[in-house]
């Protein structure tokens, strides 16, 4: 039975993308069969991954607007455990296209439904605001990872988060729980860093992974070359990181 | 009259708050009369300047879906010649409510129109998405500044950026220029912010602005205090970049 995580945080940069290649990447090298979703008009998570958006003819976008299975969307990436459904920058209107559609909340998680034997993991990169396609997400999910950036207005965010989170759970997604909160672009010198990880202990207890992602340029340069951190640097900071959180995860499983 | 200017980009975290509240700042510093309308449902420049957004009665969602006059909403700020139109956490949705509004990508545009002879600048936070609060924003201003985090994913985003200016200026404002792409996050030991400049400068040429804003730790402390860079720290190099920002626009007002 597939795990299915989303990666949400309506905080714009706070690593949603770089989270949602790198944790699904771990997960793949770790050898669960993973499906990372680009659920971002962005297409970051796309691109960051090797793949050109704008050559691609079907996407997400098919998903979510018509009745393509699937099947027909996903691609392959350069790690055997890794298949990607990829955004296409023709997305910034689908948010208004998908209003007048029955069931409008509810297109992502019916069209993952029948891969659920499938994946070990499906993994969901969100786009940063709290509109439809993050509703689509969140309520699609088992579980939302909160990507939590060591700043201030990050912080501030997380309350609104926590709201939406739980009207999801109410309207749409009973079961739905927080996979946690994870740190980010966490550096060691700034007293900022530290205030936020110790709020965020404070707020979220024992739900704040221990790994904590430290400021690292290598993470910010493996996208430029297509690859996830663990091909382009496995021995940086940032893929150690991201290789301890994937530990963490596959740990979850056997007790939540 | 005033020059109405958005601060706009849709890749998230690229530093538009952090603009639009220092440049808003220091043209007040310059004796300008500034007025910042927060549009993000985040409400981030607003706490930045030091309000607590759960305990406004009023804000910009009154503008946007009913017709309170902007007048009623305006609020002073630390700096004489800097208002705030503030935002509260209630705007979430307020994309949604203002779809069957007649007139919906102009509901700004007419909210600031009596206002314009009484500031001599209004600049305008936009959140992280191209949606129908982003539209009203860009449909209101007569330039758009574009804050450029020097990270790859932020230059990818340039070019739907660039699309969707295109889109409003030919449907909505004819006149709309670019202001200028204003580097943030600038990092001097990093090659990848020299190639994010270098690709800038190529794309972009004299609408890149001069002034750089550095990686500065200030930055991000300041809104904890709920000041702008120049109240918390006007010696830091974050304080002198967006001093040197404001220069710019102002000489930008006598050439374009
Ligand atoms: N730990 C880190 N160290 C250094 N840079 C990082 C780190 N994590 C992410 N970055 C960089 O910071 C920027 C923002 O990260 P990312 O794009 O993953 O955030 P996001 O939340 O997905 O953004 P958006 O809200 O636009 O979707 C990117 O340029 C990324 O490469
Ligand atoms: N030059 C800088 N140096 C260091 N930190 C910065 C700088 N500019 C912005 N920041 C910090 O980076 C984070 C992102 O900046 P900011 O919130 O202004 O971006 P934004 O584009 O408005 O984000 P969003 O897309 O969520 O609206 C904030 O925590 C801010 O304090
Ligand atoms: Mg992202
Ligand atoms: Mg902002």
Known sequence: MSRVIAIANQKGGVGKTTTAINLAASLAAAERKTLLLDLDPQANATSGLGIDAKKLRRSIYELLLADTPIQEVILP?????????????????????????????????????????????????????????????????????????????????????????????????????????LLTMHDRRTNLSQQVETEARKHFGDRVFATVVPRNVRLSEAPSHGLPILLYDIASPGAQAYLNLAKEVIKNETTS
């Open 77 to 181: 990436t350069s790690l055997p455990n890794l298949s990607l459904v990829p955004a296409n920058a023709d997305m910034p209107a689908a948010d208004i296209a998908m209003l007048p559609l029955a069931g409008r909340e509810l297109r992502v998680r019916n069209a993952i439904h029948p891969l659920r034997g499938a994946y070990d993991y499906i993994l969901l990169d969100c786009p940063p605001s709290l509109g439809l396609i993050t509703v689509n997400g969140i309520a699609a999910a088992d579980s939302v990872l909160v990507p939590l950036q060591c700043e201030y207005y990050a912080l501030e965010g997380i309350s609104s988060l926590h709201t939406t989170i739980a009207a999801i759970r109410q309207r749409l997604n009973p079961a739905l729980f927080l996979e946690g909160v």
